[in-house]
């Protein structure tokens, strides 16, 4: 392998768990990969031999009674997990592998093999609880993953930053009493799936190691850049992690269906390409990104490429949808109450 090259996974078996007329269906990895094809990118990056995850790696999370009902329910065909969450017969392996092929990503960008990785995987993850599917996601691809570069030698700490619009919750509960992972997250809020107020932040040893931040409809670039520079990146800085590790969810751009926030692509260039610069600061440029959610098709193949481009060195990127036309409310207030309650 080429260290200085980007990693990605991706196996056709994720197109397989599939339904139609469902938001986070198939069609979301093709554009993706289409896109990157269009855009010369899928040639400078190395794609990753894919395995499924063995049991031992997922019950780092997961409870195993948890993942023998999931193998059954789907090897019997599937159905719906909870209101929002569907599976079929594909869709037990299909999380099996999105685990085990971004847990050696991972390893990989970890071991120096590769400079850094974009996991390109369905299920999303951040979701997902350790006893119970949820929100579209079956297994908390990039949780295992944290708390098993913590196994690996030279990790001592992981943060994980998730710019979603949905708060992670499904993360924040399998990481959250750990106190050398760091979880932040920009989230819109109130929203779904509640989760995600200020005032989590982590309790007993691990206190301080969740850094929350809710975000009324309607912030945009400036609000997530105030967020990033007051916020995310002091954070990182303080924390210094080992490795950096992205749930990168493409719904909070403001022509997303399913959501109220109002980033721009351009924006998501910026908030991808800094935390890229602050892995270089802190950790030897060790990051990986893995996909979440983000259901307009042009939005997410963009931005998706945008952020390979970012991992690349690559200075272009391509924002063709533009900026929303209403302004931004102001998050200050939110800014400062943050700033005290975790003392930056
Ligand atoms: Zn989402």
């Not at 819109?188 to 190691?209: C, K, L």
Request: charged share 25%.
């Amino acid at each position: 392998m080429n260290k200085s090259t980007t990693g990605i996974t991706f196996d056709p078996i994720f197109l397989k768990h599939d339904q139609t007329g469902h938001p986070e269906n198939a069609k979301r990895l093709e554009s993706i990969i289409r896109r990157l094809k269009e855009k010369g990118l899928l040639d400078k990056v190395i794609q990753l031999k894919s395995r499924p995850a063995d049991i031992d790696e997922i019950t780092i999370c997961h409870a195993k009674e948890y993942i023998k009902y999931l193998k059954e329910f789907c090897e019997k065909g599937g159905g719906y997990l909870d209101p929002d969450t569907y599976s079929n017969k594909n869709s037990f392996i299909a999380a099996s592998i999105a685990v085990g092929s971004s847990v050696d990503l991972t390893k990989d960008v970890i071991e120096g093999q590769l400079k850094n990785g974009f996991a390109l995987l369905r299920p999303p993850g951040h979701h997902a609880l350790a006893n119970r599917s949820m929100g579209f996601c079956l297994f908390g691809n990039i949780a295992i993953a944290a708390k098993l570069s913590l196994t690996q030698s030279g990790i001592k700490k992981v943060a994980i930053v998730d710019f979603d619009v949905h708060h992670g919750n499904g993360t924040q509960a399998l990481v959250g009493d750990d106190p050398n992972i760091l979880f932040i997250s920009t989230h819109q809020y109130p929203f779904y799936p509640g989760t995600g107020s200020i005032r989590e932040i982590g309790q007993g040893v691990a206190e301080g190691t969740i850094v929350n931040i809710p975000l009324q409809a309607g912030v945009g670039d400036k609000g997530f850049k105030l967020a990033y520079e007051k916020i995310v990146i002091p954070s990182l800085e303080r924390f210094k992690p080992d490795l950096i590790l992205v749930s990168a969810g493409y719904d909070a751009h403001w022509d997303d269906p399913l959501a109220n926030l109002s980033l721009s692509l351009t924006g998501y260039n910026w908030i991808s390409r800094e935390l890229i610069y602050s892995a270089e600061r802190i950790c030897g440029g060790k990051i990986v990104f893995f996909l979440e959610g983000g259901y307009n098709l042009e939005v997410l193949s963009n931005g998706v490429a945008n952020t390979i481009r970012g991992l690349l060195g690559i200075k272009s990127f391509d924002d063709p949808l533009g900026k929303p036309n209403d302004d931004e409310p102001n998050i200050d207030k939110v800014i400062n109450e943050l700033i005290k309650i975790h003392s930056l």
